[in-house]
């Protein structure tokens, strides 16, 4: 699959097929986020492969949004550690997303569980006070076909300045 393709249609999905999901393909997407950029190459990263079922249910019952965990074949957590750089937070949101869309290149579909609005994940996955949960990757084979549209370009871009829209691109309609 292309990379503007690919870009252009993932789509969070949020029901799995119960079909699990091959080691060899498992270590593509960790590899897709071992490769994200980072700031001066400090890749502050750490993944937690989250396979268990029973470990699924029991992080999915802590998020607020994000039961859908549970259905999930594999979940990946994205770690970093802000002591290796001041960008560690936009370091692993980029690793986060190299894996989503290795996972969607792959003919898998994956969602971003926000852990921000959670209870008690970091002491579930042991990890320590000091490292920052970025996300949870819930990932799997469809279930859905979800279609979404984006706002037009033309609603958010601008030359130059914050609100000039006089520049030398003239947008297609539609």
């Known amino acids: 699959m292309e990379v503007l393709e690919a870009i252009r249609t993932r789509r969070s ?28 190459n400090s890749q502050p990263w750490g993944f937690i492969v989250i396979a268990d ?3 699924k249910r029991k992080v999915s019952r802590s ?14 957590a994205v770690v970093v550690d802000p002591w290796r750089t ?8 980029l690793a986060a997303y190299a ?9 898998l579909g ?3 569980i926000n852990p921000n609005i959670s209870r008690g994940i970091k002491k579930i996955l042991c990890i320590p006070a000091t490292k920052k949960l970025i996300c949870i990757l819930s990932i799997g084979y469809s279930a859905e076909s979800p279609v979404h549209t984006r706002r037009k370009l033309q609603g958010f871009v601008y030359f130059e300045k914050y ?9 297609r309609q539609g």
Request: glycine share 10%; aromatic share 10%; with cysteine.
């Open 99 to 107: 894996i989503w869309l290795a996972a969607h290149a792959l003919g």
């Open 53 to 55: 079922a029973e470990l």
């Open 110 to 112: 994956a969602c971003w």
């Open 13 to 40: 999905i949020r029901q799995y097929k119960n079909e699990p999901i091959p080691p060899d393909v498992i270590e593509k997407l960790l590899e897709a986020g071992r490769w994200a950029p980072s700031a001066s």
């Open 63 to 76: 998020f607020v949004f994000g039961h859908f965990l549970a259905e999930a074949p594999l979940g990946i």
């Open 163 to 171: 609100g000039n829209k006089e520049g030398p691109i003239s947008f």
């Open 86 to 93: 001041p960008c560690a937070i936009q370091d692993g949101t």
